[in-house]
């Protein structure tokens, strides 16, 4: 007997199907790579988010009918269900806190144009607009209000120097690579091509990969 038959036999209504282990996976998947990435990524698509949800209320409100129910056997399966559920919901919990660390690092990078919103949902845009406000707000009761009003600009971009503080797009990741591809490597003194094959995992510049892993060349690990 495995988890899925406890579950199962605790819950009749356990999905076990392929589609619920594809948006496990799914969602794992993103949670490593929005952990590894110094930016924030695409915002899952295909309603993953929205799905995982779902089912999490849905194994909420059954924990709470079987709760109480004195079988010794039902109660096993419903500490296997709570663990369970505990997971999921952890995966969703770090994934967003992970996003929203990078938003709050960056809120004006991340507002500042139209490609870079679309990474957003809904809610973190309301939020991240939200945050800048204020945040400005406070700047300016606090010390910006005393500068001369084109000094108290947060994206200022005078002299060619912006005020936006961006990710470092340098930083080392490592990366699975998902089938053969050329790897870019920049040096100091040097720039080459490495083939890297379907498995190699390889450490680069987030900057060279991200390309690969856009495309679904490769996967952040």
């Known amino acids: 007997m495995d988890i899925d038959d406890i579950l199962r036999d605790a819950d009749p209504s356990f999905d076990t199907s392929p589609a619920g282990s594809r948006d496990l996976q799914a969602l794992t998947r993103a949670w490593v790579a929005e952990r590894s990435a110094p930016e924030v990524l695409q915002w899952p698509s295909d309603n993953l988010i929205e799905r995982v949800n779902e089912r999490i209320r849905k194994q909420i409100e059954k924990v709470e009918e079987m709760?109480?129910?004195?079988?010794?056997?039902t109660n096993f399966?419903?500490?296997v269900i709570q663990t369970e559920l505990e997971r999921w919901?952890?995966?969703v919990r770090s994934f967003?806190?992970?996003r929203i660390a990078k938003i709050d690092k960056h809120t004006l990078h991340y507002l500042s144009t139209a490609e870079?919103?679309?990474r957003l949902s809904e809610s973190e845009v309301n939020y991240a607009s939200r945050h800048q406000a204020l945040l400005h707000n406070h700047f300016l009761s606090s010390f910006l209000s005393s500068f001369p009003p084109a000094?108290?600009?947060?994206?200022?971009?005078?002299g060619g120097i912006s005020m936006v503080d961006s990710?470092?797009?340098?930083t080392a990741v490592f990366v699975r690579c998902l089938r053969p591809t050329e790897v870019e490597g920049r040096d100091r003194d040097v720039d080459a091509m490495t083939?890297?094959?379907a498995g190699d995992i390889v450490v680069a510049r987030w900057e060279d990969v991200k390309h690969l892993v856009d495309q679904g060349d490769a996967e952040l690990v």
């Open 96 to 98: 967003l806190r992970a």
């Open 167 to 170: 990710p470092d797009l340098d």
């Open 151 to 158: 000094l108290q600009r947060l994206d200022d971009t005078a």
């Open 67 to 73: 709760t109480g129910d004195m079988d010794p056997k």
């Open 77 to 79: 399966g419903l500490i």
């Open 116 to 118: 870079l919103r679309s």
């Open 195 to 197: 083939t890297a094959k």
């Open 89 to 91: 919901k952890y995966l």
